[in-house]
């Protein structure tokens, strides 16, 4: 399986776990069965799909085994359905899904590390030719990689430890290592050279660096602080400057480019949740756990944050007006961000206001706003597949 198909398989499985994760909000099932849809399935598989595509030319090598992501593709699809379903199942349901989630993520650590072992801190770059000023913000940019494999490392091996007794790692913490720690690491680093080509734009050097040292170190004080308020305050506050730090380079970017594109937009909304997802998890950190302020923070986070910049960066990797079926265009697109942003937003209002209708019209405009992300997704992969 080349990494461009690859790729393609991955998104697509990512966009019906996508689907999947606002169903089950909008039926209010339960909160893991939301996270394990929406962070295993929606933005891990994105990830994985991307990582395979992107990383060997940004590490300025090739993918060292070229069957990793065939391999790994069923494992990470029915170990993220298995772990999905394990809170209805039975009782083996979740240590098999962990098994098989874990051996997917092996296969990934083991041809990503081995594709990139001889330049672990991405000083090569692959960057050159109308591109060569940028390399100085890739080498910090790549230097991001590594460390969220490492997270992704730890996560696993956490998961597994637990699925046979240990009970090493709680469930929160796996949560936030992946999703602070691999997942929104690589939206940084990925993103600091994604972006500013996407918006022929230069992002601010100093910032760069700010993001990747505070992004680095921030997840694991998150995760290993929550039950202790001062270290997860600390963790939040150096979680909140990477992610603030983040949003205002790309709002400068987009500031700074003539390009308006429809993913663009997606992505802006998504920096809109960080800001409000991280000043969300801050109040927690000082007041402590109030369930509608905890469902508001994730959501806000994995939906709005990571969710919507999935989003954006798929409607520019393939564009909408490429599908081959009625209404694949921008202005479907523009509809599908109009929903996912605007029923996130009317979500948090619920929640916080504790306004029922609310959370319940917001969950169905984000079911339908996934629907119809899903639907020019596959409208653009149909044109491939027809050739």
Not at 211 to 227: E, K, R, S
């Amino acid at each position: 399986m080349r990494p461009g198909r690859a790729s393609r398989w991955f998104v697509t499985a990512s966009a019906l776990f996508f689907v999947g994760f606002h169903a089950a909000m909008a039926v209010a099932a339960p909160r893991r069965i939301v996270v394990t849809l929406g962070l295993y399935g929606f933005v891990l598989h994105v990830l994985f799909g991307k990582a395979y595509a992107l990383v060997p030319s940004y590490f300025d090598r090739d993918l060292a085994w070229e069957s990793g992501p065939a391999v790994q593709f069923p494992l990470s699809v029915l170990g993220t359905t298995g772990l999905a379903l394990a809170p209805l199942g039975p009782p083996w349901l979740r240590p098999v899904g962990t098994t098989l989630w874990a051996g997917g993520v092996a296969v990934f650590l083991g041809t990503l590390g081995w594709t990139i072992r001889d330049n672990v801190t991405g000083s090569a770059t692959g960057t050159g030719g109308a591109n060569a000023h940028r390399e100085p913000v890739d080498r910090t940019a790549n230097v991001a990689v590594p460390i969220a494999l490492g997270y992704l490392a730890f996560a696993a091996g956490g998961a597994l430890a637990t699925a046979v007794g240990f009970e090493s790692i709680l469930p929160q913490q796996l949560s936030h290592l992946l999703a602070a720690g691999t997942a929104a690491l690589f939206v940084f680093g990925v993103g600091f050279r994604l972006f500013p080509r996407f918006l022929v734009a230069e992002a601010p050097r100093p910032v760069v660096t700010v993001v990747i040292a505070a992004g680095a170190g921030g997840p694991a004080l998150l995760a290993f602080g929550l039950f202790d308020p001062e270290l997860l305050l600390v963790g939040g506050v150096i979680e909140a400057v990477a992610v603030v730090g983040f949003v205002l380079s790309y709002i400068v970017l987009f500031l700074r480019s003539e390009r308006r594109r429809v993913g663009f937009y997606a992505v802006l909304l998504a920096v809109v949740a960080g800001v409000v997802g991280i000043g969300l998890g801050l109040v927690l950190a000082v007041t402590g756990r109030s369930p509608a302020l905890v469902t508001a923070h994730y959501r806000a986070m994995l939906a709005g944050f990571l969710g919507l910049t999935v989003v954006g960066a798929a409607f520019q990797f393939y564009p909408p007006s490429v599908g081959v079926w009625p209404y694949a265009d921008d202005r479907t697109a523009l509809v599908s961000i109009g929903l996912l942003g605007g029923g996130l937003g009317m979500q948090l209002i619920g929640l916080i206001g504790r306004f029922g209708w609310a959370t319940s019209v917001g969950t169905a405009a984000g079911a339908l706003g996934a629907l119809l992300y899903t639907y020019l997704l596959l409208a653009a992969f149909a044109r491939r597949w027809k050739q």
